[in-house]
């Protein structure tokens, strides 16, 4: 519901000291460096440190070894001492060697082992062909040729009956070729294979072997069932070995992962001879953690501001919100995070989203079934979208309450009602339509005017008096909106709240103050260029952008509709399904059929809903009072180890 004060730190020290001001001061999650070359005139003689990062090599080489061997390294809470390059270097020397030799020794069991099934592959085409292939191979005055052509093909060797040499014998088929083969005298083998090529003929290289297809195939199979073993036992070595070593690749893994990710932070650091310059951000509410670490420091000096009294970088933005509303940041987020000086509308957007959801998703047991999907979402597989959905899950069971829905059965919760006093669910849909749209529209109009209630609040903070009072989205905005929908509200009912004359007035006050609108906000809020170039084209340009504004406030509302028709969707979506159901007799049938319809319809409702309700949050709401321009606040964080390694 807030946003966290930022801090611009200055940090300037010997350059030996630049790992340990790192290591202590800026790796823990609350500090986001800068490029500090930004900072610098290039008269003071300060350059950027430019390093090569003697870690990353050893780095991606103990993951590659791993990766190989299908290993995942994980990083050690402690080490028990220091570990020196040279002593991880010859590790993982030693490590890649002994593991290049063990793959080299599988890579030629595996390329013997594609071999055999290649050749099993070959064989199988041909198991008809009773005959064995070494004495074919060996005859002294014919040539045979083994391959496949299409079927079509085969067809045409009618038109070579003629030719005594063209015989194809085939072995087997599939749906599109057929497998064989064909002989020839050694002098006619050359015009043979020219006409067989012409019936696309394509050959293959049968290896040498002995015996008949069916034979070298059994042969084949026992050297195939051999080398599996061979692999099999290959592997349980390499896994043995990587047993032996797992907690030591750990450590090591563990000792880079820290002192590369240290390394990469050097190069935002400015150098000038034996000093370093480093700046960044600092929430507040980590500033006496750091200065604690930093006191420790003797040849380091910071200095800690309220901004960047340069202006080369705007502030980043951390949204500080409760637990509950937290997962609705990152819908915050892919719209644009807010400034650092505006209004972080993650509440907002949590509540409004929720019971919006809710009111168009509502149904008590599917709203059941969306929260435990959307919790196994989060915890399983780690989706910000899960922990949205809870919260969206039980809205959809409050309304469902609301409705008497539960997977679409209307009469469950009746004990329930009249045991509250109630003769019936409070709200039956499909007897409650106009009232459903009209409330619709009502939601539209109270969300409406509280964005721009919310873009007033944010105006008069940044000082912009003159938007809050004159603006589409400012004060003037909120008395033609209201006026306009108490005009329709008098004109559909014939009630009148506020009379039609009052109303004129008012309407007609607010259009001429926002056809003015640029001249007014420029002298209250003291813009430079506040005066028109062109009488003519002001005049044509804020004509059509009146216009504008008031077509944008009617689309804006009659958006808002799609909160009441989603509502008779669902209604209608499971009034089908029960009807399509009730076209068998057989209760297990229908019980199938109401299961599968709740479940279509539950996926598509969620994604539907999802989409629609995100939409009025983007383009009704947030373009009346959020900007998002702001930049995401995205500190360094380390794995946390023992003192002993840093």
Not at 54 to 72: F, R
Not at 433 to 443: H, P, R, Y
């Amino acid at each position: 519901m807030a946003i966290a004060n930022m801090k611009f730190v200055k940090v300037i020290g010997l350059l030996s000291e630049l790992d340990a001001f790192l290591g202590s001061c800026c790796v823990d999650g609350t500090f986001q460096p800068e490029q500090a070359m930004q900072y610098m005139s290039d008269s003071m003689g300060y350059t950027q440190l430019v390093e090569e990062n003697p870690y990353a090599p050893m780095l991606q080489k103990i993951e590659e070894l791993a990766s190989s061997s299908g290993i995942h390294l994980r990083e050690v809470e402690k080490i028990p001492k220091p570990v020196t390059n040279e002593e991880t270097e010859a590790f993982i020397r030693q490590l890649g060697s002994r593991m290049s030799e063990l793959h080299d020794e599988r890579k030629v069991l595996t390329d013997q082992l594609a071999t055999c099934e290649s050749a099993i592959t070959q064989f199988q085409h041909f198991t008809g062909l009773d005959i064995n292939l070494d004495d074919l191979f060996s005859c002294e005055f014919i040539k045979v040729r083994f391959g496949h052509m299409p079927k079509e093909s085969t067809q045409k060797l009618l038109a070579y009956a003629d030719n005594p040499y063209m015989l194809f014998i085939p072995c087997s088929s599939d749906a599109k070729e057929d497998w064989g083969v064909y002989f020839a005298p050694r002098e006619q083998i050359e015009e043979v294979d020219r006409n067989f090529a012409s019936l696309y003929f394509e050959r293959l290289r049968i290896p040498g072997a002995v015996g008949t297809p069916e034979h070298i195939i059994e042969e084949i199979q026992k050297n195939i069932d051999l080398l599996n073993e061979q692999i099999a036992e290959l592997d349980a070595r390499i896994a043995a070995h990587w047993n032996e070593e797992v907690d030591h690749c750990n450590l090591i893994y563990t000792h880079l992962k820290w002192f590369s990710g240290l390394f990469n932070l050097r190069r935002y650091a400015a150098r000038h001879g034996d000093s370093f310059f480093y700046v960044g951000w600092l929430a507040e509410d980590a500033v006496k953690a750091f200065e604690k670490h930093a006191r420790k420091l003797r040849k380091v000096t910071y200095e800690i501001n309220d901004t960047d009294e340069v202006g080369k970088t705007i502030p980043p933005v951390k949204l500080k919100n409760p637990r509950i509303f937290r997962p609705f940041e990152y819908l915050v987020g892919m719209f644009g995070l807010p400034s650092g000086k505006d209004i972080d509308v993650t509440a907002f957007v949590a509540i409004t989203y929720t019971v919006m959801f809710g009111i168009m998703f509502g149904d008590f047991g599917q709203g059941v079934v969306l929260g435990i999907a959307g919790f196994l979402m989060w915890k399983l597989k780690g989706m910000q979208i899960g922990k949205i959905l809870v919260p969206c899950g039980v809205s959809a069971c409050v309304f469902g309450l609301v409705y008497g829905e539960c997977f679409g059965y209307e009469t469950w919760f009746d004990p329930l009602y009249h045991a509250v006093g109630l003769s019936g669910k409070p709200v039956d849909i499909m007897e409650s339509i106009t009232g459903l749209l009209l409330v619709s529209i009502g939601i539209g109009v109270v969300l409406l005017v509280f964005t721009m209630l919310i873009n007033i609040y944010g105006c008069l903070k940044h000082k912009k008096f003159g938007e809050a009072l004159f603006s589409q989205s400012g004060l003037t905005g909120i008395v033609l909106y209201l006026s306009g929908v108490c005009f329709v509200y008098n004109f559909m009912t014939s009630k009148t709240i506020v009379p039609n004359a009052v109303l004129g007035v008012l309407i007609g006050i607010a259009c001429i103050i926002l056809f003015f609108k640029e001249i007014l906000i420029g002298l209250i809020d003291h813009h430079p260029d506040w005066k028109p170039e062109s009488i003519t084209d002001y005049i044509l340009e804020n004509f059509f952008e009146l216009f504008e504004y008031i077509l944008s406030f009617f689309s804006n509302t009659i958006s808002f509709l799609r909160i009441g028709a989603f509502v008779l969707v669902h209604a209608g979506m499971m009034t089908a399904v029960f009807a399509i159901a009730g076209l068998t007799s057989s209760t297990v049938v229908n019980l199938i059929v109401v299961v599968l319809g709740n479940i279509f319809v539950m996926c598509l409702e969620a994604l539907f809903t999802s989409i629609q309700v995100m939409r009025l949050e983007f383009y009704e709401l947030f373009s009346r009072c959020y900007a998002g321009e702001g930049r995401s606040f995205e500190p360094v964080r380390l794995h946390h180890v023992s003192e002993s390694i840093q």
